[in-house]
T-cell receptor
Framework: EDQVTQSPEALRLQEGESSSLNCSYT??????LFWYRQDPGKGPEFLFT???AGEEKEKERLKATLTKKESFLHITAPKPEDSATYLC???????????????FGTGTQLKVEL | NAGVTQTPKFQVLKTGQSMTLQCAQD?????MSWYRQDPGMGLRLIHY???????DQGEVPNGYNVSRSTTEDFPLRLLSAAPSQTSVYFC??????????FGPGTRLTVT
C-alpha cells in the first residue's frame, strides 16, 4: 500500500533556529512530490513540486529536496510567520494508475517562537 | 481571479439530511477534486473530475455524489448525512504542473 509519512508530527523552534521536516514515501512510480503549507482554518497553499531525485527548489527561507525515498523541507532562520502545518503529498505516474490521485501525509505542525 | 471558492463555510446537519457543498473555480482548470480532512488522517480524496461530464471515485467516495456540468463548477452532494461525515471539506483544482489550488474549506458537523 502506498504510504506517505511525515516527521516530526510537531516541531517548536526559536526564531532563527534552522531545522528540517521529513517526508518519506513508499510508493512505486513516483510522478511528483508536493509540499503545501496550511494555516489554521484555511485550505492548503502550494509551495513546491519535485519530480526527480536530486532536485531542489527554494522559496524565501524554505528549501525542498528529494531523494528516492524521502523529501526534506529545510527551514533556514525561521520567523514566527513561518508557523503553520506543512503537508507533503505524492502523485503516482499514469502507468501505475495514480495519475489523478494525490496521497497526503498527515503533516508537521511547526511553531516558531520569538 | 478569485481562485477556488466554496460555500457554505460552516454547516450543521442532522443525521439523514442531504445537502450540496458548492465549489467553483475561475482558472479554467480541467481537473477538480474534493477532499475531506480529519484529525490524524490527512487529506483524503473523495471524488475527482478530469473535465466537464467526467467524474471518478477517489479513496473515500461512499455517501457522496458529484457531477460536473461545467468547467467552473464541481458540487459535492451528501445523500443522507451521517455523523461519520463530520469533517472539513476542501475543493481543489489543478494547474499545469499538477499543483493543486485549494478552496477555503467547508466545516461540516452532523449531529
Amino acid at each position: 500500500e502506498d504510504q506517505v509519512t511525515q516527521s516530526p508530527e510537531a516541531l517548536r523552534l526559536q526564531e532563527g533556529e534552522s531545522s528540517s521536516l521529513n517526508c518519506s514515501y513508499t510508493v512505486s512510480g513516483l510522478r511528483g512530490l508536493f509540499w503545501y503549507r496550511q494555516d489554521p482554518g484555511k485550505g492548503p497553499e502550494f509551495l513546491f513540486t519535485l519530480y526527480s531525485a536530486g532536485e531542489e527548489k527554494e522559496k524565501e527561507r524554505l528549501k525542498a529536496t528529494l531523494t528516492k525515498k524521502e523529501s526534506f523541507l529545510h527551514i533556514t532562520a525561521p520567523k514566527p510567520e513561518d508557523s503553520a502545518t506543512y503537508l507533503c503529498a505524492v502523485q503516482l505516474g499514469v502507468l501505475t494508475g495514480g495519475g489523478n490521485k494525490l496521497t497526503f501525509g498527515t503533516g508537521t505542525q511547526l511553531k516558531v517562537e520569538l | 481571479n478569485a481562485g477556488v471558492t466554496q460555500t457554505p463555510k460552516f454547516q450543521v446537519l442532522k443525521t439523514g439530511q442531504s445537502m450540496t457543498l458548492q465549489c467553483a473555480q475561475d482558472m479554467n482548470h480541467e481537473y477538480m477534486s474534493w477532499y475531506r480532512q480529519d484529525p490524524g488522517m490527512g487529506l483524503r480524496l473523495i471524488h475527482y473530475s478530469v473535465g466537464a461530464g467526467i467524474t471518478d471515485q477517489g479513496e473515500v467516495p461512499n455517501g457522496y455524489n458529484v457531477s460536473r456540468s461545467t468547467t467552473e463548477d464541481f458540487p459535492l452532494r451528501l445523500l443522507s448525512a451521517a455523523p461519520s461525515q463530520t469533517s472539513v471539506y476542501f475543493c481543489a483544482s489543478r494547474g499545469k504542473i499538477y499543483e493543486q489550488y485549494f478552496g477555503p474549506g467547508t466545516r461540516l458537523t452532523v449531529t
